[in-house]
């Protein structure tokens, strides 16, 4: 019997993936704003640093540009 392994994820891996998720279902753009930090933080239950940590991860800014 095989069973598969929890993966093991930070906080600021959790943000990153739900803010693609939003960006895909939402369809955005090239170049569509996300919200800003504040709201951010607020709608994800998140503290500034998590989120800003999650901004190094996925090396972009607010947009959705290919950066």
């Not at 959790?14 to 939003?22: D, H, P, Q, T």
């Amino acid at each position: 019997m095989q069973i598969e392994a929890i993966e093991r994820q930070t906080t600021a891996g959790l943000v990153v993936e739900r803010i693609a998720r939003v960006i895909k279902d939402r369809n955005m753009s090239t170049g569509e704003r996300l919200p800003g930090e504040h709201e951010l933080v607020e709608q994800l239950k998140v503290s500034r640093p998590v989120r800003g940590t999650a901004d190094s991860d996925r090396s972009a800014g607010g947009g959705t540009g290919d950066r």
